[in-house]
């Protein structure tokens, strides 16, 4: 059986485990069941794709990788593999080369400020500091001219953006030539309640506070140009918490899950003692 292969090509913590269930039902192709339906958690190729995933210069043999997915796909009687490891945007060249004309590509990008609040809530310890912000900044940086500089080697390729794709999914069906199918289960991510499509951007943004998102300004105002090239421009921490109270149940959820993050470390000591 021949097998076809759809690229979500996105930074991690950017909506990709929610754009990669919708992709699956609107064209009931194989979506790996591993981590968050990630051909890189894949048994055979997990130690090779998950050994210095976010290193540039980590080489690996795709075409090996291409082999172990198309198995995977056959074994489950289907014809189409959804493939969404985030780290697959440092390969975008070498993944093209390999796949050929058996692979579609999309890249998806979020805001700085969606990715910055994801990753402190779901990898970090209090408390809050500016080296971690800073350090999360620049890894969107990283990842966001990284990603630019594929999509200028690549203008074939189309793009969108999370957001847009909360306020309109069909987005993709046409960024890929899909037909759209109406009705579309989405089971989320194992550790959030969410099962539907919805802009968090609300709850993002009020996990920090004023002064903290003024910080991560700090870092992105040397990269403004990199923000108008994807439609996103500097916020002040204010304007970010105005937009957040726009939607109360979702800056309330923010809230709440900055206290919880914030109880982390007391959580700690007391199971330590």
């Known amino acids: 059986m021949a097998v076809d292969f759809i690229f979500l090509l996105s930074p991690n913590n950017s909506g990709t485990t929610i754009i990669g269930q919708y992709l699956q039902g609107q064209t009931g192709g194989y979506l790996p069941p591993f981590g968050n339906h990630e051909g890189q958690m894949a048994p055979a190729v997990r130690g090779a794709m998950r050994s210095k995933p976010w290193d540039p210069d980590h080489k ?3 075409a090996w990788i291409r082999d172990e997915w198309t198995k995977l796909a056959e074994e489950a009687g289907q014809s189409l593999f959804i493939e ?9 060249d070498a993944i093209r080369e390999a796949f050929g004309d058996r692979a579609r590509c999309l890249f ?11 990753c402190l809530y779901n990898y970090s310890f209090p408390p809050m500091a500016a080296h971690k912000m800073g350090k ?12 630019r500089r594929f999509i200028e080697q690549f203008p074939d390729i189309p793009r969108i953006r999370y957001e847009d794709f909360c306020a309109d999914p069909t987005i993709v069906n046409q960024a890929l030539d899909l037909d759209t199918v109406t009705a579309t289960d ?10 539907e499509i919805v802009e968090l951007s609300a709850r993002q943004f009020a996990f920090l506070t004023f002064a903290e998102w003024d910080r991560v300004n700090g870092v992105l105002a ?12 500097l916020r002040p921490g204010r304007e970010l918490l105005t937009q957040a109270a726009g939607d109360p149940a979702l800056m309330h959820a923010g809230i709440l899950r900055r206290t919880r993050w914030d109880m982390r470390k007391s959580q700690k000591k007391a199971a330590a003692g």
Do not use: M
Not at 108 to 118: D, E, G, V
């Open 186 to 195: 989405l089971r989320g991510k194992a550790n959030e309640a969410i099962t």
């Open 60 to 62: 690996l043999d795709w």
């Open 108 to 118: 998806s990008i979020t805001s700085p400020y969606a990715y910055i609040s994801s």
């Open 136 to 147: 999360l900044a620049r890894e969107w940086v990283f990842k966001a001219e990284t990603q």
């Open 84 to 92: 969404c490891s985030p780290p697959n945007l440092l390969h975008v």
């Open 222 to 233: 040397q990269h403004e140009d990199l923000l108008d090239f994807f439609g996103y421009t």
